[in-house]
C-alpha cells in the first residue's frame, strides 16, 4: 500500500509537472511567430472595438498594442480576437489567444478552477444598473421584479442575485445574451427593465444607444470587478512579461514620463526614469534575455502611459465620459488604487 500511495504521489506530480510546463515558452513563440494574439471583447467601445477605419481601440486593446511593443518592437503586429463571455477562457486554455484582455473579472472560483493566471488590474470596477429614466426609480433597491438584460458567462448574474437576495427584493427575470452588442440591442427593444453589468460597460453601452440622455446609471455600485490581462499557468516568464508592461505604463504616468515626450528623457538623470528608457539597470533582460533593453520604452513611445490611455478612450472627454479624478482608477498618489511596484 506504501508503495502504490508512493507511486501515485510521483505519477500525480509527473502530471502537474507536465501541465505546469506545458504552455512554457508563449514570449519565444510569440517571437517566432511575429505576432501577437490577442483575445478581447472587440465590441466594447472605450475597451476593445474598431473604430471607423476599422483599427481597434481602447484601454483592453492598448494593453495587447503594450505587450507587442514590448515583445516585437511594433505596437501593430497583434492579431485581436473578438470572444464572448462564454468563449474566453476556452480560447485562452486552448492556445487560440496568446492574452485575454478583455474586460475578465478577477475571483477566487476563477484563479483556482480555470488553470490560469490574472496578472493586474487595468481598470477597477463594480457591477451597476442602467434604466429609462422614464422608470422614476432613483435606487437600485427600487428593481424587485424587474426583467434584466445581462451578458451570459459573466460574474453580474451572481453579483445581482446576492444584491437582490441581501436586500430582500423579489426576484428578477434574466434575459441573458451572449455578446454586450446584443445584450444592449435587447433592452433598447424592450425584452428588459434594466440592464446590467460593470459600470464602465454600462457607460460604454449607454453612449451607443439613440438617446443617451434618456438612460440613468444608478447610483449603487454592488459588486467588486477588478478586471485585467489573464495568461495560463505555468508560464512564468510570460505572466512577467504581461504584468510588468501594465506595470511600466503605471510607473510611466507617475513620473510624468509620456509618449509625447519620453524621447527627450533618454538621458534622463532621473534613476527611475533612466530604468523606464533603458538607459541603465537592464530591466527587460532580467524578465528575459529575449527581450530588447528597450522593451518598456517602446511601450510607452508607441502605446502610452496609463493615464494618456485612460482619457483618451473611457476619460471625461470621449463619449464614455468617467471622470478619473477622485475615482479608484485614479494613481495612488492622488487617492486612487493604480499603484504599481517600482523599476527597480
Not at 462564454?86 to 488553470?115: P, Y
Not at 438612460?215 to 508560464?235: A, F, M, N, Y
Amino acid at each position: 500500500m506504501k508503495h502504490s500511495s508512493t507511486w501515485q504521489s510521483l505519477a500525480l506530480a509527473g502530471v502537474l509537472s507536465f501541465s505546469g510546463s506545458a504552455w512554457a515558452g508563449t514570449l519565444e513563440d510569440v517571437q517566432a511567430r511575429g505576432e501577437l494574439v490577442c483575445g478581447i471583447d472587440g465590441g466594447l467601445p472605450g475597451f476593445s472595438a474598431p473604430d471607423n477605419s476599422g483599427k481597434m481601440q481602447g484601454v483592453d486593446a492598448d494593453v495587447c498594442y503594450g505587450i507587442a511593443a514590448a515583445v516585437l518592437g511594433d505596437r501593430n503586429r497583434v492579431k485581436f480576437i473578438p470572444l464572448t463571455a462564454k468563449e474566453r477562457f476556452t480560447a485562452l486554455s486552448s492556445g487560440e489567444v496568446d492574452v485575454l484582455s478583455r474586460n475578465t473579472t478577477h475571483t477566487l472560483t476563477r484563479d483556482s478552477s480555470l488553470g490560469l493566471n490574472f496578472t493586474y488590474y487595468n481598470f477597477i470596477d463594480g457591477a451597476g444598473f442602467m434604466i429609462r429614466k422614464a422608470m422614476g426609480v432613483n435606487s437600485a433597491k427600487g428593481l424587485g421584479g424587474a426583467r434584466l438584460c445581462i451578458q451570459a458567462g459573466t460574474t453580474t448574474e451572481q453579483a445581482v442575485g446576492d444584491f437582490f437576495r441581501a436586500n430582500s427584493l423579489q426576484p428578477f427575470t434574466p434575459k441573458p445574451f451572449d455578446t454586450s452588442v446584443q445584450t444592449r440591442e435587447g433592452y433598447e427593444a424592450g425584452s428588459c427593465d434594466i440592464l446590467s453589468s460593470d459600470k464602465s460597460q454600462l457607460a460604454a453601452i449607454r453612449s451607443e444607444l439613440a438617446d443617451p440622455g434618456a438612460h440613468v446609471i444608478l447610483p449603487e455600485t454592488i459588486s467588486k470587478e477588478p478586471l485585467g490581462p489573464v495568461v495560463r499557468q505555468g508560464d512564468d516568464v510570460w505572466f512577467n512579461t504581461v504584468k510588468w508592461v501594465l506595470f511600466s505604463m503605471m510607473n510611466a504616468e507617475e513620473l510624468g514620463v509620456t509618449s509625447s515626450n519620453i524621447a527627450s528623457h533618454r538621458n534622463s538623470t532621473n534613476p527611475a526614469i533612466a530604468r523606464l528608457v533603458g538607459k541603465e539597470g537592464g530591466l527587460c533582460k532580467l524578465i528575459s534575455t529575449a527581450l530588447d533593453d528597450t522593451c518598456f520604452y517602446d511601450v510607452i513611445s508607441q502605446v502610452g502611459n496609463y493615464g494618456e490611455s485612460y482619457e483618451a478612450n473611457v476619460g471625461e472627454n470621449t463619449p464614455i465620459g468617467l471622470r478619473r479624478e477622485g475615482s479608484v482608477n485614479d494613481l495612488w498618489s492622488r487617492g486612487g488604487l493604480i499603484y504599481a511596484p517600482p523599476l527597480r
